[in-house]
């Protein structure tokens, strides 16, 4: 069996509160695009897990977001059978896509499917929530106001149809620090995630592109000024809006003129400003 598991980004991202087990209460608009990991998953004899994973930087053991996705669902269901992943990556990761809570996600559906356990998608969700905040909306995909820790998920219709350059700079931005420095910023501004949402409803692309806004962006860019500089560099190639996607680094610029995302992401490959470039589209799910 073949899975895909797709790179989300953040329209939107906001931080509204701490709750006091640690976990901050956000309220963000998601959206897939069209860069995936390809999990190859197949049953074997062998009891376990068995992963593999080529890609430097991303543990094949029991760290793994899919190893452990595949170990809860068969431990709750007393599977004897073994299973068998090879993980392609080609979502760069601790880049604010989301790879590994996407993995996560289609490591659930695959095993559900293969061992024929019987989850629906909201039991898969709440057994998702365990392994990461952003596992429940991977499992649901599409575009989504994640609320709670990004758990509680209000399905949206897809964004209006345009074309996203994703520039990854080579800065590694590890998501707890980042949100260990937003609890020591004074001054936040807050983006308009209602507004957001409302220009989704009407399919109204300019209105997506006004209400863009991170609240982790400064805390993230701070330390990491490429990231204004690809802005910048993106805007100038005649993006309608441009943004720091998650904790970052990866910023996306969003363009209705296909060739014109594509000569921007061969200026920002050329400026030598990221590690890794794409041109990508919402992924419509819904
Ligand atoms: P987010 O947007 O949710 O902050 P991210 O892009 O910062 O996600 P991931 O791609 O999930 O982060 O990777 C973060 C770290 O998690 C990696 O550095 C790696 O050590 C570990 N990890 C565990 N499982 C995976 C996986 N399947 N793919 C990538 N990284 C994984």
């Known amino acids: 069996m073949e899975k895909r598991a797709y790179a989300k980004i953040n329209l939107s991202l906001d931080v509204t509160g701490k709750r006091s087990d640690g976990y901050h209460e ?3 608009i998601m959206q897939m695009v069209s860069l995936w990991d390809t999990l190859r998953v197949t049953e074997t004899d062998t009891p ?5 994973c080529r890609e430097p930087g991303v543990p094949c053991d029991s760290r793994n977001l899919v190893w452990q996705a595949c170990d809860m669902l068969m431990k709750e269901k007393k599977v004897q059978q073994g299973v068998r992943i090879v993980l392609e ?3 760069p990761h601790a880049a604010g896509l989301g790879g590994g809570s996407s993995d996560a996600a289609a490591a659930l559906h695959a095993v559900n499917e293969l061992f024929h356990l019987g989850f629906s998608d909201d039991e898969l969700c709440a057994r998702g929530v365990r392994i990461g905040a952003d596992v429940p909306y991977c499992v649901m995909g599409g575009t989504a106001l994640a609320e709670g820790i990004g758990e509680k998920l209000t399905a949206l219709p897809a964004m ?4 996203i350059v994703l520039a990854r700079p080579d800065v590694d931005v590890p998501t707890g620090v980042v ?3 937003l609890d020591s910023c004074t001054s936040v501004v807050h983006p308009d995630v209602d507004a ?4 989704i409803r009407r399919g109204d692309l300019a209105g997506v592109v006004r209400t863009l806004g991170n609240v982790l962006e400064p805390v993230t860019a701070a330390d990491a000024p490429v990231i204004t500089a690809i802005r910048r560099g993106l805007d100038r190639a005649g993006a309608e809006g441009t943004l720091m996607s998650g904790s970052g680094a990866t910023v996306f610029g969003i363009f209705s003129d296909e060739a014109q995302a594509a ?3 061969e200026t920002v490959r050329e400026g030598g400003m990221a590690k890794d470039v794409f041109v990508t589209c ?3 799910l819904n």
């Open 26 to 28: 956000v309220r963000m």
């Open 282 to 284: 919402p992924d419509v």
């Open 263 to 265: 000569r921007a992401a």
């Open 160 to 163: 209006p149809p345009c074309h």
């Open 196 to 199: 957001q949402a409302d220009a």
């Open 48 to 52: 376990g897990i068995e992963l593999i």
């Open 89 to 91: 990556k080609r979502i």
């Open 179 to 181: 949100y260990r420095k």
